[in-house]
């Protein structure tokens, strides 16, 4: 089975503060994605990464970036975390391609 | 750019019926990939069911169908004999361009009643 593995099931962070959500794949897979979830927005792309080092913006990269030094590992960074990124954040992992995505647990972070 | 309408927010559904949540998209995408999910209450993201542009037969897998109908730019969910445990938020989405950018729909939250 796949298993996506974000570190965190729970964050609470000050505001201004650098935040890093980690997003572990196991499955080799190429690309990875990071949304947001809020009520009633459904998911939102922040970000995805088609290959290692490789990135495109989703449909709100403000205030993020990301980073993939390693096919398995994808990072979402909060340079100077706001509270209206108080958010769940989901990572997701796949082939290439077409085909589906199978997703973490999900980080609910909380800035203050 | 692609986009994915779902226009229910929410829906009530008795138990044994069959339920339909629609899904519309748009893309200027030929080959593209149109994905249902569920996230019940505990939060995690459950794939249930994908079609493909090029695909000619409806998707099914078990209680689940696609009802895709690509003139319309329509995906379809269809849940036969709902079960106290379908109820969930359920999300279409959508995978397409260069690299596979996969983008949801807002939802829709389906409550099945006894």
């Known amino acids: 089975d796949v298993k996506v593995t974000q570190s965190s099931r729970y964050l609470v962070k000050r505001t201004g503060e650098k935040v890093f959500l980690e997003c572990v794949q196991d499955?080799?897979?190429?690309?990875m994605f990071w949304y947001r979830q809020d009520p009633g927005l459904g998911l939102r792309l922040i970000y995805f990464?088609?290959?290692?080092?490789?990135?495109e913006k989703g449909d709100i990269p403000e205030g993020y970036s990301v980073s993939r030094e390693k096919k398995e590992r994808f990072s979402l960074i909060l340079e100077s975390a706001s509270t209206n990124q108080t958010s769940m954040y989901l990572c997701?992992?796949?082939?290439?391609?077409?085909?589906?995505?199978?997703f973490g647990q999900g980080t609910r972070l909380t800035v203050v | 750019a692609q986009k994915i309408t779902q226009t229910q927010p929410g829906m009530f559904v008795q138990e044994k019926e069959a339920v339909t949540l629609d899904c519309t998209y748009d893309t200027s995408d030929q080959s593209y990939g149109l994905f249902w999910y569920k996230q019940p209450s505990s939060g995690e993201m459950i794939f249930l069911i994908y079609q493909g542009s090029y695909d000619e037969q409806n998707a099914t897998e078990g209680r689940y169908s696609l009802n895709f109908q690509k003139a319309r730019k329509s995906a379809n969910l269809v849940i036969s004999a709902s079960q106290l445990g379908d109820s969930a938020m359920y999300f279409c989405?959508?995978?397409?361009?260069?690299?596979?950018?996969?983008?949801f729909g807002a939802g829709t939250q389906v409550v099945v009643t006894p």
């Open positions: 499955m080799d897979h190429e690309n």
């Open positions: 990464s088609y290959d290692v080092k490789m990135k």
């Open positions: 997701a992992s796949s082939l290439t391609g077409i085909t589906e995505a199978f």
């Open positions: 989405a959508m995978r397409g361009g260069s690299w596979g950018k996969l983008q």
